[in-house]
T-cell receptor, first 113, second 110 residues
Framework: DAGVIQSPRHEVTEMGQEVTLRCKPI?????LFWYRQTMMRGLELLIY????????DSGMPEDRFSAKMPNASFSTLKIQPSEPRDSAVYFC???????????FGDGTRLSIL | TQLLEQSPQFLSIQEGENLTVYCNSS?????LQWYRQEPGEGPVLLVT?????EVKKLKRLTFQFGDARKDSSLHITAAQPGDTGLYLC??????????FGTGTSLTVIP
C-alpha cells in the first residue's frame, strides 16, 4: 500500500516568495493533519481536516499560512509571503479516526533564505 | 501549554546498555501511542496502549501505560545502534484530540 506522499521533499526559496506544500493521504483515511517540526518547538500541529473540512486551525501561526483540501486525495499548505522563521520540516499525516494512529509522510524540508 | 512532557530530552548511551524514557501529563488519555522517527523520515508508530496499567512488549522494547492513564514509559533493553532516533509519545484525550509529546532524542554509540 502507498503511504502518505508529500512533495516536494526539499524546498529552498527566498524570503517573500510563495511556497506550496502538497500531500496525498492514504486512501480511505478520513483525517488529514499538517505538522511543523523544529528543534526548538518539536512537532506542532498546524491544522487538521475531517472529510476534507478544516476542523481545527488554531495551530496555524499566522495569516500567511493557509491550507486547503479540495478532495479526499489531496491537500496543500501554502505560505505567502514566506519568512526565514518558517524554515522547518513540514509533515502531513492521515488517519482513519482522530484518535487512531497517524501515518506520516516523509516530510518537506523547507528553507527560507 | 504542552500536555505531554517527555524526559530525558536527549540521551546518549553505549551499545548494550538499558534505558527508560518517560512521558508524563496531568491530563488523562484514552489511549497513548509511541512513535520512532529516524532522520529524514516521518514518525512511525511502534505501539498503542489503551488500558491503565497495560504493558506491551515489542522485542527489546517494553511499553507501560500508567494506572491512571496520565503517563507512560518506554524501556529498551540492550540498546543497539539501530535504536537511534527520536522517540515521541502521543495521546488521545477524552475529547478525541490528539497531542504529541516533546520528544526524546536517543543516540546509541557502537
Amino acid at each position: 500500500d502507498a503511504g502518505v506522499i508529500q512533495s516536494p521533499r526539499h524546498e529552498v526559496t527566498e524570503m517573500g516568495q510563495e511556497v506550496t506544500l502538497r500531500c496525498k493521504p492514504i486512501s480511505g483515511h478520513d483525517y488529514l493533519f499538517w505538522y511543523r517540526q523544529t528543534m526548538m518547538r518539536g512537532l506542532e500541529l498546524l491544522i487538521y481536516f475531517n472529510n476534507n473540512v478544516p476542523i481545527d486551525d488554531s495551530g496555524m501561526p499566522e495569516d500567511r499560512f493557509s491550507a486547503k483540501m479540495p478532495n479526499a486525495s489531496f491537500s496543500t499548505l501554502k505560505i505567502q509571503p514566506s519568512e526565514p522563521r518558517d524554515s522547518a520540516v513540514y509533515f502531513c499525516a492521515s488517519a482513519y479516526l482522530s484518535n487512531q494512529p497517524q501515518h506520516f509522510g516523509d516530510g518537506t524540508r523547507l528553507s527560507i533564505l | 501549554t504542552q500536555l505531554l512532557e517527555q524526559s530525558p530530552q536527549f540521551l546518549s548511551i553505549q551499545e548494550g546498555e538499558n534505558l527508560t524514557v518517560y512521558c508524563n501529563s496531568s491530563s488523562v488519555f484514552s489511549s497513548l501511542q509511541w512513535y520512532r522517527q529516524e532522520p529524514g523520515e516521518g514518525p512511525v508508530l511502534l505501539v498503542t496502549v489503551v488500558t491503565g496499567g497495560e504493558v506491551k512488549k515489542l522485542k527489546r522494547l517494553t511499553f507501560q501505560f500508567g494506572d491512571a492513564r496520565k503517563d507512560s514509559s518506554l524501556h529498551i533493553t540492550a540498546a543497539q545502534p539501530g535504536d537511534t532516533g527520536l522517540y515521541l509519545c502521543a495521546g488521545a484525550d477524552t475529547g478525541n484530540q490528539f497531542y504529541f509529546g516533546t520528544g526524546t532524542s536517543l543516540t546509541v554509540i557502537p
